[in-house]
T-cell receptor, first 114, second 112 residues
Framework: GQQLNQSPQSMFIQEGEDVSMNCTSS?????WLWYKQDPGEGPVLLIA?????ELTSNGRLTAQFGITRKDSFLNISASIPSDVGIYFC??????????????FGQGTTLQVKP | NAGVTQTPKFQVLKTGQSMTLQCAQD?????MYWYRQDPGMGLRLIYY???????DKGEVPNGYNVSRLNKREFSLRLESAAPSQTSVYFC???????????FGQGTRLTVV
């Protein structure tokens, strides 16, 4: 089936550093979403992207919808300890807009050292 | 501000037992989903319901059934639980065409 490749799988960084993660696919997507999951909780939406080339920020987070519509990246600037968690990309395939069905990447586990 | 509510939060089942996971949303969303989350595999779609009265299979539907009881509620049933169904189950909802899916807190299921 369709698959999103998310990388890196994990990151261990120093507080204050910037973080970058991305998702790629061989399929074309209409929508890209980025979620964060804290331990024991459900994923929480961070950023939604709806147009190719779109660049959107949410505080220290910035995400972009790739021009080819097959990829997206998420950047976190000046990381802080509460950024710890698992970050997921999710995409809606072209042609599935009447269902809202999403495909998820495998997740990037972020650890921040104070 | 409840959003998506799942019950129970934790459950242990013996192999062969049945159970139903409940999900309700108060955001008047048309679409609802059930995902399972396993280590290193992200979230995989089990079943979804694009609107009240309709349900469709997702990526991993085997061993599960669902019921869209009304617009608010979408339940997931395991008729005969197997150890391979040990997982964390998430319910989510979204509006049509606007795919911001909102998730519940999850049900942690262990089948022994």
């Amino acid at each position: 089936g369709q698959q999103l490749n998310q990388s890196p799988q994990s990151m261990f960084i120093q507080e204050g550093e910037d973080v970058s993660m991305n998702c790629t696919s061989s399929s074309i997507f209409n929508t890209w979403l980025w979620y964060k999951q804290d331990p024991g909780e459900g994923p929480v939406l961070l950023i939604a992207l709806y147009k190719a080339g779109e660049l959107t920020s949410n505080g220290r987070l910035t995400a972009q919808f790739g021009i080819t519509r097959k990829d997206s990246f998420l950047n976190i600037s000046a990381s802080i300890p509460s950024d710890v968690g698992i970050y997921f990309c999710a995409g809606q395939l072209r042609g599935s807009s009447n269902t809202g069905k999403l495909i998820f990447g495998q997740g990037t586990t972020l650890q921040v050292k104070p | 501000n409840a959003g998506v509510t799942q019950t129970p939060k934790f459950q242990v089942l013996k192999t062969g037992q049945s159970m139903t996971l409940q999900c309700a949303q108060d955001m008047n969303h048309n679409s609802m989903y059930w995902y399972r989350q396993d280590p290193g595999m992200g979230l995989r779609l089990i079943y979804y319901s694009a609107s009240e009265g309709t349900t469709d299979k997702g990526e991993v539907p085997n061993g599960y059934n669902v019921s869209r009881l009304n617009k608010r509620e979408f339940s997931l049933r395991l008729e005969s639980a197997a150890p391979s169904q040990t997982s964390v189950y998430f319910c989510a909802s979204s509006e049509d065409r606007v795919t911001k899916a909102f998730f519940g807190q999850g049900t942690r299921l262990t089948v022994v």
